[in-house]
């Protein structure tokens, strides 16, 4: 409904294993997030990427990776998780518009992330 | 930093009563104020948003007001409906290029039929 498709929309894994969030968008926007969302705290920012390029990354663990291979795709890989990264992770896109000004923010459904 | 406050984290309504969020934050040059809507199962959606440049915003039912002096701005919500209720976010940012929003903590809003 959106135009940002993430995959999958829940998930559950052990602390030692490794998994993979997708998001795709469909607007034709430059620039990709992540947002970790967790009960009774404001949504956080993780990544930003634009233009392909992470323009940052907000003191996130090592253990949560992020890829970004184009425009259109983002990924967050995952390994070594605790459980108190269960969460809702969400995806996002923007157009960055550059001195020109800053346009909406378009938000997937989220993986929900279980860490047993 | 920005810092950005939500009241009331809870807000119950009857159906048709209006519905008042507010908001305030720190950083006196954030210049761009959405709101976002986040119904059971998805993702938040943007609703509403204002530039520093207004002093309201209205659109249907739904209105937004924001008060530079006092850093603080307000979501209206007339004659509501069931399909309503759901989580609201504010957030504030500033600058240009890619989207660096600080939200809120969330406002869940109750109608009642």
């Known amino acids: 409904e959106t135009g940002v498709t993430q995959t999958p929309r829940h998930l559950v894994m052990g602390m030692t294993n490794k998994k993979s969030l997708k998001c795709e968008q469909h607007l034709g926007h430059n620039a990709m997030y992540w947002y970790k969302q967790s009960a009774k705290k404001p949504l956080e920012l993780m990544f930003v990427?634009?233009?392909?390029?992470?323009?940052e990354n907000n003191s996130v663990p090592s253990r949560f990776s992020p890829e970004c291979p184009n425009s259109s795709h983002l990924f967050l890989h995952l390994h070594t998780l605790q459980p108190e990264d269960s969460a809702l992770y969400l995806c996002a896109s923007s157009q960055d518009s550059g001195d020109r000004g800053r346009e909406k923010l378009f938000f997937g459904s989220g993986t929900q992330l279980s860490v047993l | 930093g920005e810092n950005v406050e939500q009241h009331p984290s809870t807000l119950s309504v009857q159906e048709g009563d209006s519905a008042v969020i507010k908001c305030t934050y720190s950083?006196?040059?954030?210049?761009?104020f959405p709101w976002y809507k986040q119904e059971l199962g998805k993702g938040p959606q943007l609703i509403i948003d204002i530039r520093s440049n207004v002093g309201e915003k209205k659109d249907q039912r739904i209105a937004v007001t924001l008060n530079k002096t006092a850093k603080h701005f307000s979501l209206h919500i007339t004659e509501t409906q069931p399909e309503d209720s759901a989580v609201y976010f504010c957030a504030a940012s500033k600058g240009s290029g890619f989207q660096k929003l600080v939200f809120g903590t969330g406002t869940r809003l109750l109608v009642s039929p």
């Open positions: 950083d006196s040059a954030s210049n761009y």
């Open positions: 990427y634009s233009l392909e390029e992470r323009v």
